[in-house]
């Protein structure tokens, strides 16, 4: 009997305008800097006439790389809240997929954009076997204090003892699937941010990253005990913002390419992987394929990382030692530099920057659940 899960950051699904960009020129985009707005009203109908016309594209291109998962239950990033989610089931995964994802879920987390992690499910797996609901629960009051997660690192960031642990959540989501238990833990964690006085992006919120692994952790932990925790079914799906690994690029399309694996000395992986106590199956696949998202800030700074994770339990994997998963790129905008043998045919309508199904691609691997 087997279970088919996926994880997608789909990048902003909203149902709401986000006019900040009239006062905040970092939160404008960017088509809107060529013209010349002469007062707030008319910032807000262009806005949202640019936010419409841009929002039809991009929600195809997203179905299709959902579609394209083939997932029975599928884990999101970046969601506005449950009626945004709703209504992109109905008005565009569902006439590609037909009856499908009739189960929805989300929580209400701590994101300042309003940003939400949500989960998926068909009422069965393609097979025909139940997938029923059993329980959510929601981590996103977790403190630092009651986590004993405090450090002075945080502290040089301004972040107080009390302040909630999780950026967005940590969803946990316990099912069935033809009776047997499984448990789901979907996760945002803090975003890198760009660069610095003091170095890179990465390493500045590095602190927040350690602390939302570390806290996962403690909440499986807590809910499965130290000693059994490594015995139960259950895995971690999402954006975890971080990596441990880079594919990093030089030349250009003239001369040709160079993709080049580079390991990192710190990552917020470590403290979910580095003892065993899950497992990135990801890994399975040869380095320099893993990757999730194409990162660049011009010709001087490219590579390929991955950020999305599906992490099993020691049980689940063990269970599971052949599967690989998969990863769909399709939906990658034309700029994106694809080492030697890993090229797509893009989805049509798919742009040089934009529209593109997310900067972030699915991952889905089929499990069997024994």
Not at 194 to 200: E, T
Not at 278 to 300: C, F, M, Q, S
Request: glycine fraction near 6%.
């Amino acid at each position: 009997m087997s279970l088919r899960i996926a994880t997608f950051n789909v990048e902003n699904l909203m149902n709401r305008f986000d006019l900040s960009g009239f006062r905040n020129q970092l939160n404008q985009d960017r088509v809107l800097s060529l013209y010349r707005i002469k007062d707030e009203a008319e910032y807000r109908l262009l806005e949202q006439a640019r936010a419409v016309a841009h929002t039809d594209d991009t929600r195809q291109l997203t179905a299709l790389a959902i579609a394209e998962t083939r997932a029975d239950i599928i884990c999101l990033q970046e969601v506005d809240n449950i009626e945004a989610l709703k209504a992109f089931e109905y008005g565009y995964l569902f006439k590609m997929v037909g009856e499908g994802y009739r189960q929805k879920y989300t929580s209400t987390g701590n994101d300042s954009r309003g940003i939400d992690v949500a989960v998926m499910m068909r009422e069965e797996t393609h097979h025909g076997q139940a997938i029923e609901f059993v329980r959510m629960t929601s981590h996103a009051s977790v403190t630092f204090e009651e986590f004993g997660l405090h450090t002075p690192e945080l502290a040089a960031l301004g972040i107080k003892p009390f302040e909630r642990i999780f950026r967005r959540d940590c969803l946990e989501i316990d099912v069935t699937v033809d009776g047997r238990p499984l448990t789901l833990y979907a996760v945002h964690f803090k975003s890198m941010g760009g660069a610095r006085d003091n170095g890179p992006g990465r390493n500045s919120t590095m602190p927040i990253r350690m602390a939302e692994a570390r806290a996962t952790r403690r909440i499986i932990e807590n809910r499965f005990g130290k000693d059994f925790a490594s015995s139960k079914r259950w895995l971690i799906c999402g954006d975890c913002n971080d990596y441990r690994q880079r594919v990093l690029i030089d030349g250009d399309a003239l001369s040709g390419y160079s993709f080049t694996p580079a390991e990192e000395a710190v990552s917020c992986l470590d403290a979910l992987l580095a003892d065993g106590f899950a497992i990135n199956i990801v890994e399975r696949r040869p380095e320099i394929d893993r990757w999730t998202l194409y990162h660049t800030r011009g010709p001087k700074e490219r590579h390929l990382c991955q950020l999305d994770y599906i992490l099993l339990s020691p049980a689940l994997a063990s269970e599971n030692s052949t599967a690989v998963p998969d990863i769909v790129r399709r939906g990658q905008p034309w700029r994106t530099v694809f080492p030697p043998g890993q090229e797509v045919e893009r989805y049509p309508r798919t742009g040089w920057d934009r529209p593109k199904a997310s900067d972030h691609c699915p991952v889905a691997v089929t499990l069997d659940i024994l």
